[in-house]
């Protein structure tokens, strides 16, 4: 995991290292009861963390270990995590430092998948992943598409040429993403990759992309 996920995540922990951690959670009257964290293991408690079990606040003690094991594991699923920074938790209307601190997050996360393929970071390790969970905290994915168009590294190509392929078979993308994939820039970006790789091993992929999109 690169310096810049490192640091994003030490300023996740000091941002939120005023909620202290409960042994015992309240848990939804109707249908558990309290809690005990140790019994649950935190995929289970990511699905129930400020929902049926817990405040705002428990959820916020136990952020900075979901958002590290996100990057650090494949037991989680960020879609869920993710989801707990919406709807009812609206993340956008927290204290100025945790906003910054979790936006500092997703964009250094989202910055280190770019630059490595495969990417090593757990549960976010692919670009379709990472979107599809992450674009709706920030009404739409533009805020990645835009770094994605200034990231000219090789492994951004075979990234973007995965995302592609994953259109092609079927993966249903936010209308947004399939109209950045649609424009002469993603193609031409695409065929300059192909002319850069064209002896390596992933030259095909970088190929099968561009004609899906120039068909």
Known sequence: MVDEVHASLRRVREAFSRYPRRPMLDGCPHCR??????????YSLSITIGNTV???????????TLLERLV??????????????????DWRGWPSTEYAAVDGYLRAVWRS???DYPSRLGAVSDATTFLDAAA??????DTFL???????????????????LAWSAGW????????????????ERLLHAFERD???????????????LAG
């Open 172 to 187: 249903q993308h936010e209308p947004s993403v399939v109209a950045w994939l649609r424009r002469p820039a993603t193609q």
């Open 54 to 64: 817990g405040t705002l606040d428990d959820l916020k003690a136990l952020l900075p």
């Open 72 to 89: 650090t594991d494949t037991e989680l699923d960020p879609e869920i995590v993710f989801g707990k920074l919406a709807g009812r938790n």
């Open 33 to 42: 009861g309290a809690v005990t964290v140790a019994e649950h293991d935190l």
């Open 198 to 212: 064209h002896e390596s091993p992933w030259a095909d992929e970088l190929a099968q992309a561009y004609d899906m």
């Open 113 to 115: 998948l770019l630059t």
């Open 146 to 164: 835009t770094v994605w168009d200034c990231t000219n590294e090789p492994s951004a190509d075979r990234h973007l040429a995965v995302l592609v």
């Open 136 to 141: 709706p905290l920030y009404a739409g994915p």
